[in-house]
């Protein structure tokens, strides 16, 4: 019985991959939200969405994209509840996911965003191998910056599980390096403050401590997954390490601007639309 059923189930599976990798493909082509994809996956299948996520990558690299790095999402108490979630994921950067040297985010690439402010940090050297540690995820990094992270979802209103977010490359949107550069002897990332303001009024606030109780763990934490699923972090890449505050609605015309303590500021306006 086994024999028999093994092989229909691997065939259901692929199945249900391609119809996901199909919906997001052309929700994000067509700029229109589409329903959550668990109805394909189920709601804790978490191998099976990662599975998703590699193809839509794939098809982006495919199509000219290049890799310059990761983002570790839902890292935050508070973000999790949000967005009903409750274990972090990971998912891919792109090189035209950052825009910095932008004068404006183009909204217009955007469905539903939603901005958080982060430590981005910067490796110098490779995550691989045995003797993953705290240690050596710190030694490896060469610099930190304050990040801006646009998060954004091809699921409508934001209806998500953790299979959902997962299949949608953990709702990658775009992102804004700040410009100054820190090196971890500098400053201690768990202690950083964070403050986030929307068009003048503190909109998000939050520390270090919110990152998984230390953005360097959740450095850890992404180098052994990523290790796992046998695409390691590299040096030169750029690291999201996850939300110190709840997120913010940035619908276009807003203009943010986070204040993170030793590491200056970082900010971005968002185009009106009809700039696009």
Do not use: H
């Not at 919906?23 to 589409?34: G, I, N, S």
């Not at 959550?36 to 990662?50: C, H, K, M, N, W």
């Amino acid at each position: 019985m086994t024999d028999v059923w093994e092989p229909r189930a691997a065939a259901d599976r692929a199945a249900a991959v391609s119809e996901a990798v199909g919906r997001l493909t052309r929700a994000a082509r067509d700029r229109q939200p589409c329903p959550p994809v668990r109805d394909l996956l189920g709601a804790t299948d978490i191998s099976l969405a990662y599975a998703v996520q590699q193809r839509v990558v794939a098809d982006r690299i495919a199509a000219g994209a290049r890799v310059v790095g990761r983002k570790i999402g839902l890292t935050s108490e508070a973000v999790q509840r949000q967005v009903g979630v409750d274990r972090p994921d990971f998912g891919v950067l792109l090189a035209d996911m950052d825009v910095s040297a932008l004068p404006a985010v183009p909204s217009e690439r955007l469905l539903q965003p939603r901005v958080e402010a982060e430590i981005a940090f910067v490796l110098a050297t490779d995550l691989d191998g045995d003797g993953l540690d705290i240690e050596r995820v710190r030694s490896a990094v060469a610099y930190a910056v304050a990040a801006l992270e646009i998060v954004d979802s091809r699921v409508a209103e934001w209806d998500i599980a953790i299979t959902d977010t997962v299949a949608d490359n953990a709702s990658s949107g775009l992102f804004v390096l700040g410009a100054e550069q820190v090196e971890l002897k500098a400053f201690e990332p768990r202690d950083v403050t964070m403050r986030l303001y929307a068009d003048g009024k503190l909109a998000s606030a939050g520390d270090g401590t919110a990152c998984l109780g230390d953005p360097l763990a959740a450095l850890l934490w992404l180098a052994r997954t990523a290790r796992e699923f046998g695409d390691p972090l590299r040096a030169g890449q750029v690291v999201l390490s996850g939300a110190l505050g709840p997120l913010v609605p940035t619908p276009p015309g807003t203009t943010v601007r986070a204040e993170l303590t030793g590491l200056g500021t970082v900010s971005a306006t968002f185009s009106p639309k009809e700039q696009g």
